[in-house]
C-alpha cells in the first residue's frame, strides 16, 4: 500500500475514534456519565498514534514534498502544521481534565465534555483540509520520487489499534476501548 493509501487510511481508523469521542462528549453534555478508563483509553491512543507517527510523517515528508513544487496551499500547510505542533499541548489539557472528572471537582464533567467535543470536531476538521486540499494537490502535484520516499517513510506507520501486526500492548488497549465503550461502538 502506498502512502497516500496509508494516510487516509489512518484518517478513517482515527475519525472512527473521533467520532465516540464526539458522541461521548455531546451525551455527557446530557448528563450521562461514562468511564473514565474508557476516555482515558482513547487519548492514550491518539498520542500513541497520530501524534507520535502519522502528524511527524506528514510534515516531514508530505508537507515538505508539497513546497518544494507548489506555493498554492502554503497557508494550509501553515495552519496544518500549527495544529500538529499544538496536539501534544491539546493531549495534555484532554488528560488534565479527565484528571479533575476522576478527582470529582465542580463542573469538570461538564468541561471535559465541551473539551471532548471541541477537540474531536476540531481534528475532524483537520483530516478534511488534508483530504480536501493537500492530498489531492499532492496526488496532482508530486513526482513518483515524492511518492517512493513517502511510501518508504509511511510503510512501517503501523497503527496500533487497526493494523494487521498491531503490537500486543496496543491490542490490549483497543481490547480496553471496545470494552470499556457501550453500545454501539464497544460491548461495555
Known amino acids: 500500500m502506498g502512502a497516500l493509501q496509508i494516510i487516509k487510511s489512518e484518517h478513517r481508523n482515527l475519525y472512527r475514534v473521533l467520532h465516540v469521542l464526539r458522541t461521548v462528549g455531546y451525551a455527557m453534555r446530557d448528563g450521562q ?5 474508557l476516555l482515558g483509553a482513547i487519548i492514550d491512543y491518539i498520542d500513541a ?11 516531514e515528508y508530505l508537507f515538505k514534498a508539497l513546497r518544494r513544487v507548489s506555493a498554492v496551499a502554503e497557508a494550509t500547510l501553515a495552519e496544518l502544521e500549527k495544529e500538529h505542533h499544538d496536539g501534544p499541548e491539546e493531549i ?3 488528560r488534565a481534565a479527565l484528571a479533575e472528572v ?19 470536531e476540531m481534528s475532524m476538521g483537520h483530516m478534511h483540509k488534508e483530504e480536501s486540499i493537500i492530498l489531492p494537490l499532492a496526488a496532482k502535484e508530486l513526482s513518483a520520487e515524492d511518492w ?25 488497549l483497543y ?5 470499556l465503550a457501550p453500545a454501539p461502538w464497544g460491548v461495555g
Open 175 to 179: 481490547s480496553r476501548i471496545v470494552a
Open 102 to 120: 476522576d478527582k470529582g471537582a465542580e463542573g469538570a464533567g461538564a468541561r471535559f465534555a465541551d473539551m471532548l467535543v471541541s477537540y474531536a
Open 148 to 172: 517512493a520516499a513517502m511510501d518508504n517513510a509511511f510503510a512501517d506507520n503501523r497503527d496500533p489499534l487497526f493494523s494487521e501486526d498491531a503490537r500486543e500492548e496496543m491490542r490490549g
Open 49 to 59: 498514534f497520530p501524534e507520535r507517527f502519522h502528524h511527524p510523517k506528514e510534515n
Open 33 to 37: 456519565r461514562f468511564d473514565t478508563a
Open 92 to 94: 495534555a489539557r484532554l
